[in-house]
């Protein structure tokens, strides 16, 4: 297993009681079941019902969008970030 830093925005933040999450994974999709184990709090905001990232959260692998990706099964190495960030929207 490879440990991984996690940054959350504010909003994120607030809900998982911090900024920043370590776990434990092999792989993106790994990290990103870690994450709910955690922080269960955050999988209402950060998944849809079909278990897909909802389409106002972005996650980044290393400064890739994770949705240029073919899956997330993708190797983790040492020293990896996951970085979400959250549209915010109104009018």
């Given at each position: 297993?490879?440990?991984?830093?996690?940054?959350l925005?504010?909003?994120?933040?607030?809900?998982?009681?911090?900024?920043?999450?370590?776990?434990?994974?092999?792989?993106i999709?790994?990290?990103?079941?870690?994450?709910?184990?955690?922080?269960?709090?955050?999988?209402?905001?950060?998944?849809?019902?079909?278990?897909?990232?909802?389409?106002?959260?972005?996650?980044?692998?290393?400064?890739?969008?994770?949705?240029?990706?073919?899956?997330?099964?993708?190797?983790?190495?040492?020293?990896?970030s996951?970085?979400?960030?959250?549209?915010?929207?109104?009018?």
């Amino acid at each position: 297993m490879v440990t991984v830093d996690i940054q959350l925005p504010g909003l994120l933040a607030q809900v998982g009681q911090g900024d920043t999450l370590t776990v434990d994974a092999n792989t993106i999709s790994g990290a990103l079941d870690a994450i709910v184990e955690i922080r269960p709090t955050l999988a209402l905001h950060l998944f849809d019902e079909s278990g897909a990232l909802r389409e106002h959260v972005l996650c980044f692998h290393n400064g890739t969008n994770t949705r240029w990706l073919d899956d997330l099964d993708v190797p983790l190495v040492s020293g990896d970030s996951l970085l979400f960030m959250q549209a915010v929207s109104g009018g």
